[in-house]
């Protein structure tokens, strides 16, 4: 079994400052891990994905996030935010080569201050 | 690629009643998930098909649920006898086997139900 934990319901940071949003994983067999952002009453889109290749995964809108095996976490950052990054984050996990559900966090609520 | 299309996208409905939504997947994506979606929380597991065959369904999935893809292509999520507890995002999403082996999931926007 699966499940990710994401730590802070809610974060704040002041637009051009670091966005860090925090997922750690438990998962029996190696994992595939994703990043997806939700925007108000949307579905969800894909940021970035790991899949047991580079570490350090590059994703869409200037977003990134390491795999960090030995501490069982895929942080999401991004150096500067834009008022446009508001939104709900989940991280997500997925057995590796598994075509079968998706087990996601709770969410994380990015706001982004002027 | 038109994306993964919902209809409807939303449905008020009374306790009680039937409701039906109909999920269009990417056109060669094989696979096709739902999920729901309470407020505050993170999406969960429901159903999936590959093809027309339902492979995987939820503990959540309880005997008022039913899902079908009769074809292998669109699929259609029925709740009978709604309760307030119901009331919940729907979405669906569909997926291929990427290059690297993994299995990405397209969403589409999701079908908002609420029970009175």
């Known amino acids: 079994a699966q499940s990710v934990t994401q730590l802070g319901s809610h974060v704040s940071v002041s637009e051009g400052a670091l966005v860090l949003l925090r997922c750690n994983y438990s998962?029996?067999?190696?994992?595939?891990l994703f990043w997806y952002v939700q925007y108000p009453n949307q579905g969800l889109q894909l940021l970035l994905k790991?899949?047991?290749?580079?570490?350090l995964v590059k994703g869409i809108n200037g977003f990134e996030a390491e795999f960090k095996k030995s501490e069982t976490s895929f942080h999401l950052t991004k150096p500067s935010a834009h008022m446009s990054d508001a939104a709900e984050y989940f991280c997500?996990?997925?057995?590796?080569?598994?075509?079968?559900?998706?087990?996601f966090g709770s969410g994380t609520q990015l706001t982004v201050l002027p | 690629d038109t994306g993964v299309s919902q209809d409807p996208r939303h449905k008020i409905t009374k306790r009680g009643q039937n409701v039906t939504f109909r999920c269009d997947p990417i056109?060669?994506?094989?696979?096709l998930y739902w999920y729901r979606q309470t407020l505050g929380q993170g999406p969960e597991f429901l159903t999936y098909?590959?093809?027309?065959?339902?492979?995987?369904k939820s503990r959540l999935l309880s005997d008022r649920f039913s899902a079908e893809r009769p074809k292998g292509s669109f699929s259609t999520l029925e709740i009978q006898r709604t309760e307030q507890g119901d009331s919940a995002m729907y979405l669906c999403?569909?997926?291929?086997?990427?290059?690297?082996?993994?299995?990405?999931?397209?969403f589409g926007p999701g079908t908002r139900l609420t029970v009175l």
């Open positions: 999403a569909s997926s291929f086997r990427a290059t690297s082996g993994s299995y990405e999931q397209f």
């Open positions: 056109s060669e994506h094989n696979r």
């Open positions: 998962s029996s067999v190696p994992p595939y």
């Open positions: 098909f590959q093809n027309e065959a339902q492979l995987e």
């Open positions: 790991y899949t047991s290749a580079a570490t």
């Open positions: 997500a996990v997925t057995l590796s080569g598994s075509a079968r559900q998706l087990t």
